[in-house]
């Protein structure tokens, strides 16, 4: 396969995301704007700006007419995507680590970072109601002391948001009251990224204790274990194989001083039923940050440290491929 | 933009650098479309002023999709890509080499992919350091059997000693025994004068030099013209005699006036000094005695 090189960021790439009919894909990275791209042929369609820090996260919403991003200018801004249009300006004071659209696209959410004396929220708003954006008053502002949220995604039809914490626990937060509903704690290190499956039933979850996990969205139930000998920092499931990417190396800091046959900087596919990786794609400079499947299977993408998106359209090979169990 | 016009006239300098930077000598890029093949001409000037011509070729899909995705693809351009052309911008997107999924069919494969990977793997399986005690992949000092296995070791390495000692010390006179297994016994490092051999070095080139040692004598105040024939003829009478060593000058070859004779037996030495000390020979009073043992 000939992967399309997008060449949008000057800085690490945070986080990479597909609209729901993938189409488009979005990429931030520590750089001030967010890219949109054209998912078949690489080509930009625009960029947000307005950041004046690094993008940590990105969302769009399912009819892929808002865009939402979160940054550690201690903003959370919400876009036009046809246009490019700032809609809404969300203050925070921390950096904005995670940022979501509910199934709905109504309904949002972001967590700020534990930073300069200022604790870890993970706030809701509702955008339908144009006096919360206005007041920047959200609806519902759960207070995290404990460890601070690192990735989040939300859940099935929109009752609770999945949290990946600092120190490895995963959460179950009610969007309607704020309490913890469920909790897990599988993982030992902290949590760099969560996705769900296609249709939310499944998340999984990438941490730095060289794991990726499987859990059941409504009970968080550990399903299976993905291990490597490098941190992840994450990890896809295939929305139409029992396939799951994952995307890690060691750390940034340690980069250069590791050569890149040895650094393991590339994707790495794992059978989910099977817990046994069948294949590797190489092609990155530095570690893997984010990883993400198109919605048709068909291809995928990853964001490295190296400041490239890289689109792969799979060959047939991988379509045919079986696992010898 | 770049147009014909100026391509003739070119009325100062001032123009001239202009139309340079607008790259308006260059003919203007061309596109044709044939069937579902676009081909793109491009040209361009360099910082050394040579002139590119870059042709590129796109194939042009048609496929089907929703008509929410139909719609978002005649979308226009914004932000940094405002100005951007249809299609993609080489200042972003490119298309990189062709890479491969590498399948890993089972754990073996993907263990041997990753020793290959990883040269440090590779010296893994060698063994750099060798523990005496357990033999062992690490240092002796930090041997986790030192405490237990080391004084054990000791003990049964003396007990062996004593018994293969015996029998090693013949046949160690016999023929000088390697230095090599005196090494290993240890592991330490000996200094080759400390080895087992060490003592009796040259043994081999020089038979019975202590029994020499013993039987040698040291002949002084010989004359000039001495020969070591002539010693020989003088002590012969004495007993058998093993070596004589004349000193001599080593430009002239003349007698440094001192002999070391050796006899086979001492008594044969002892009558020699009775006899030929103080004795007359070519006018001048030898002076013969017991030689000292050597230094070395």
């Known amino acids: ?325 | 933009m770049p147009s014909n016009e100026y391509d003739d006239s070119k009325p100062s300098w001032a123009d001239q650098v202009e139309e340079e930077g607008d790259e308006g000598t260059l003919p203007s890029p061309k596109e044709t479309i044939k069937g579902n093949i676009k081909t793109v001409t491009e040209y361009k000037i360099d910082e050394d002023g040579k002139k590119f011509k870059i042709v590129r070729t796109f194939k042009i899909e048609t496929r089907k999709a929703s008509k929410a995705v139909a719609r978002r693809k005649n979308w226009k351009k914004f932000g940094n890509s405002e100005y951007d052309a249809p299609g993609p911008n080489v200042a972003t997107t490119t298309v990189s080499d062709d890479v491969f999924m590498t399948f890993i069919s089972s754990k073996e494969d993907l263990n041997a992919q990753d020793q290959d990977e990883d040269p440090m793997n590779k010296l893994k399986g060698q063994k750099i350091v060798s523990c005496r005690i357990c033999k062992g992949d690490h240092w002796t000092t930090r041997c986790p059997y030192k405490d237990t296995l080391g004084p054990m070791q000791k003990e049964l390495a003396e007990q062996l000693g004593l018994s293969t000692g015996d029998k090693e010390k013949p046949a160690g006179s016999a023929e000088p025994e390697p230095a090599q297994p005196a090494q290993n016994k240890t592991g330490k490092y000996v200094p080759p004068s400390l080895r087992d051999g060490g003592t009796r070095r040259g043994e081999s080139m020089q038979p019975n030099r202590r029994a020499d040692d013993n039987a040698t004598i040291r002949v002084t105040n010989l004359s000039e013209d001495t020969r070591e024939t002539d010693l020989q003829e003088l002590f012969r009478p004495f007993g058998s005699i093993s070596r004589i060593y004349l000193a001599k000058d080593k430009n002239t070859g003349q007698s440094k006036g001192f002999a070391f004779i050796s006899f086979h037996r001492r008594e044969d030495a002892a009558r020699a000094i009775a006899g030929v000390s103080g004795f007359g020979y070519d006018h001048l009073i030898l002076n013969v005695e017991w030689a000292k043992p050597s230094n070395n």
């Open chain 1, 1 to 325: 396969m000939k992967p399309i090189l997008l060449q949008g960021h000057e800085r690490s790439i945070t986080q990479i995301k597909y609209n729901r009919e993938g189409d488009l894909l979005f990429s931030v990275a520590k750089d001030t704007v967010a890219n949109a791209w054209y998912s078949v042929n690489g080509e930009r369609l625009g960029t947000y700006n307005g950041h004046t820090g690094a993008v940590w996260c990105v969302d769009c919403d399912w009819d892929t007419k808002n865009v939402l991003t979160g940054s550690a200018d201690n903003s959370c801004r919400l876009w036009d995507c046809e246009t490019g249009k700032q809609l809404a300006l969300l203050q925070t004071s921390s950096a904005v680590r995670t940022c979501g659209f509910d199934f709905s696209g109504n309904i949002i959410m972001f967590s700020t970072d534990k930073q300069m004396g200022y604790q870890c929220y993970l706030n809701f708003f509702d955008l339908r109601d144009p006096q919360q954006i206005e007041d920047n008053q959200p609806y519902l502002s759960v207070p995290c002391s404990e460890s601070k949220i690192t990735s989040a995604v939300w859940g099935p039809l929109g009752e609770f948001v999945i949290a990946g914490h600092e120190n490895g626990e995963i959460n179950q937060f009610s969007a309607k009251s704020g309490e913890i509903l469920k909790k897990a704690k599988e993982h030992t290190k902290q949590i760099n990224d969560m996705q769900s499956s296609v249709d939310l039933t499944m998340v999984i979850s990438a941490s730095k204790d060289n794991t990726a996990k499987l859990f059941d969205s409504t009970s968080l139930e550990h399903i299976k274990t993905f291990k490597t000998e490098r941190p992840v920092n994450s990890a896809a499931i295939s929305p139409i194989m029992d396939h799951v990417v994952m995307g890690g190396g060691q750390e940034a800091m340690e980069v250069t001083t590791t050569s890149t046959r040895i650094g393991k900087f590339e994707a790495r596919f794992f059978h989910a039923a099977y817990e046994e990786e069948f294949g590797r794609v190489k092609g990155h400079f530095g570690p893997i940050n984010c990883v993400a499947f198109h919605p048709d299977g068909k291809s995928y993408s990853s964001g490295g440290e190296d400041g490239y998106v890289r689109i792969h359209y799979f060959d047939p090979q991988y379509f045919d491929f079986e696992l010898e169990a």
